[in-house]
T-cell receptor
Framework: TQLLEQSPQFLSIQEGENLTVYCNSS?????LQWYRQEPGEGPVLLVT?????EVKKLKRLTFQFGDARKDSSLHITAAQPGDTGLYLC????????????FGTGTRLKVLA | DSGVTQTPKHLITATGQRVTLRCSPR?????VYWYQQSLDQGLQFLIQ???????AKGNILERFSAQQFPDLHSELNLSSLELGDSALYFC?????????????FGPGTRLTVT
């Protein structure tokens, strides 16, 4: 059972364009993290959000945690080829089998 | 470089065999996590250890087991291997055991079962 759905699954855009990736669930999470993963490497943490409605900015990346802590979005402004990669959201809970759930992933390609 | 090391980088073995994957966490991190990443299942949480004790269990098969040693390194043992066990296995570490602690991932071990 996949508890975190990401959309879109694939995205190919031109350099300079803006984009938004969505991470949705019917379940509540205590925290939400976004990672970027490149081929043959492990995911690299970009940000952690823990408060409903929280917005964090990291240079051209803006992350938002939904008010109900069930969804999140990642917005990239003026995308660059270096942003290319697999973006994963991950939800954390206090305990249980689904303590750490990773989303289905969004594969982004930014063309120069 | 995340500071998390994993060995071996690649492993090719036959069905029915047993393998051991090793992970050394970042200096100072007490928590170790194991994940499996396959094309059809995505990244799946297997198990977490904190300071030598099991803290959380995901969808880990009974054929799989793990432990964390006093020096905090961890091993994931996979037995009676099946073709479907072919995947990337990642180890991650964090300072604490709670859900909000940042996890740092190693480079992974690519397991191929033939």
């Amino acid at each position: 059972t996949q508890l975190l759905e990401q959309s879109p699954q694939f995205l190919s855009i031109q350099e300079g364009e803006n984009l938004t990736v969505y991470c949705n669930s019917s379940s509540v999470f205590s925290s939400l993290q976004w990672y970027r993963q490149e081929p043959g490497e492990g995911p690299v943490l970009l940000v952690t959000v823990v408060t409903g409605g929280e917005v964090k900015k990291l240079k051209r990346l803006t992350f938002q945690f939904g008010d109900a802590r069930k969804d999140s979005s990642l917005h990239i402004t003026a995308a660059q080829p270096g942003d290319t990669g697999l973006y994963l959201c991950a939800g954390g809970r206090d305990s249980g089998t689904y303590k750490y759930i990773f989303g289905t992933g969004t594969r982004l390609k930014v063309l120069a | 470089d995340s500071g998390v090391t994993q060995t071996p980088k690649h492993l090719i073995t036959a069905t029915g065999q047993r393998v051991t994957l090793r992970c050394s966490p970042r200096s100072g991190d007490l928590s170790v996590y194991w994940y499996q990443q396959s094309l059809d299942q995505g990244l799946q949480f297997l198990i977490q250890y904190y300071n030598g004790e099991e803290r959380a269990k995901g969808n880990i098969l009974e054929r799989f087991s793990a432990q964390q040693f006093p020096d905090l390194h961890s091993e994931l043992n996979l037995s009676s291997l099946e073709l479907g066990d072919s995947a990337l296995y990642f180890c991650a570490s964090s300072v604490g055991w709670g859900y909000s602690y940042e996890q740092y991932f190693g480079p992974g071990t690519r397991l191929t079962v033939t």
